[in-house]
Nanobody
Framework: QVQLIESGGGLVRAGGSLRLSCTASGRTLSNYAMGWFRRAPGKEREFVAAITWSAGSTYYADSVKGRFTISRNNAKNTAYLQMNSLKPEDTAVYYC?????????????????WGQGTQVTVSS
């Protein structure tokens, strides 16, 4: 079992920045991918970014490429999502997830473990 705890959400003005954290416990993550997904009100859950834990390969949705950066700290078992140049359309509940490789990292159904979610609100 993997437990995931997210933090770092909040309210920010358009153009501002936030950093989300996702700390994992219960298992080593060497053969896992960590992903971030979001669900905006009235919309489907969508892929945001992912990172493979060992290799550090990163993947991004087109809508956040160049603005968001995913990274991980092996020693702290924590993944981060640095969000810059935030837009009102980035407003959503953000979830981190963990899944065993190999997998399609953009597919939410491939992730077996999910955090509780953290709210990000971007005001215009």
């Amino acid at each position: 079992q993997v437990q995931l705890i997210e933090s770092g959400g909040g309210l920010v003005r358009a153009g501002g920045s936030l950093r989300l954290s996702c700390t994992a416990s219960g298992r080593t993550l060497s053969n896992y991918a960590m992903g971030w997904f979001r669900r905006a009100p009235g919309k489907e859950r969508e892929f945001v970014a992912a990172i493979t834990w060992s290799a550090g390969s990163t993947y991004y949705a087109d809508s956040v490429k160049g603005r968001f950066t995913i990274s991980r700290n092996n020693a702290k078992n924590t993944a981060y999502l640095q969000m810059n140049s935030l837009k009102p359309e980035d407003t959503a509940v953000y979830y981190c997830a963990a899944g065993v490789l190999p997998m399609v990292v953009r597919a939410a159904e491939r992730y077996g473990y999910w955090g509780q979610g953290t709210q990000v609100t971007v005001s215009s």
